[in-house]
């Protein structure tokens, strides 16, 4: 998972980047990949449920037999749910940073300063919350949930401020679909996730 993440992030990044050197007004894009990566994310939770049975197939189609074919059919099959909603999250930061262009003559530094400490204490106490607040309060898939909906809020208040109605409707539609999914959509089935598939054995259907 470390390194589908590791590397998912540094793609979006490195996209992102490229894609601000032609941007002047980084409101639009945002509120696009925010929403996208709400909807990404909403999907990759409801696949969470199938993602054994996967492992299971594409272990049989494989059938690795040495530790580096274990290692890369697992990052496959984390690849295949996790790597679309990551590579979108890595490209919030370098577009914020764009709008830093904007601050002005002598004002860019402070603003770009002021970004990477906000980044970087968003970073510090996001992790102490989520280990040590959501996740033992209310569960991982609760706190999953949580961290969706808030960025789907994100993309329609980065659509409201750029001032482009259509996308404004857009980032609200993409709001709906993730509210009704997370309301409706079904809990992780904690047995199935925790009944620690890793070579399956012939006969047995999971």
Known sequence: VLLVF?????AGS???SGRARRATVVTAPLARLAC???VTHL???AAVNVWPAWYWRLFNAWHPETLVGIVTINATAVFAILAVP?????????????GARNAGPGATARAVGLLYAVNTAGAILGAVLAG????????????????TLLMAILAVGCALVSGNRR???????????VAAGLAAGPKWDQKT????IYEPQPGIDP
Do not use: D, E, Q, R
């Open 36 to 38: 996208l990566s709400a």
């Open 193 to 196: 996730l925790n009944a620690a």
């Open 14 to 16: 490195a996209w992102a």
């Open 132 to 147: 040590f607040v959501m996740v033992p309060w209310i569960g991982s898939h609760a706190t999953l949930m949580c961290v």
């Open 167 to 177: 996308l404004a409707g857009g980032t609200f539609a993409g709001l709906a679909v």
């Open 43 to 45: 999907g990759a939770m």
């Open 86 to 98: 990551f590579l979108l999250a890595g490209t919030i930061f370098p577009l914020t940073l764009t």
């Open 6 to 10: 590791l590397a998912a992030l540094a």
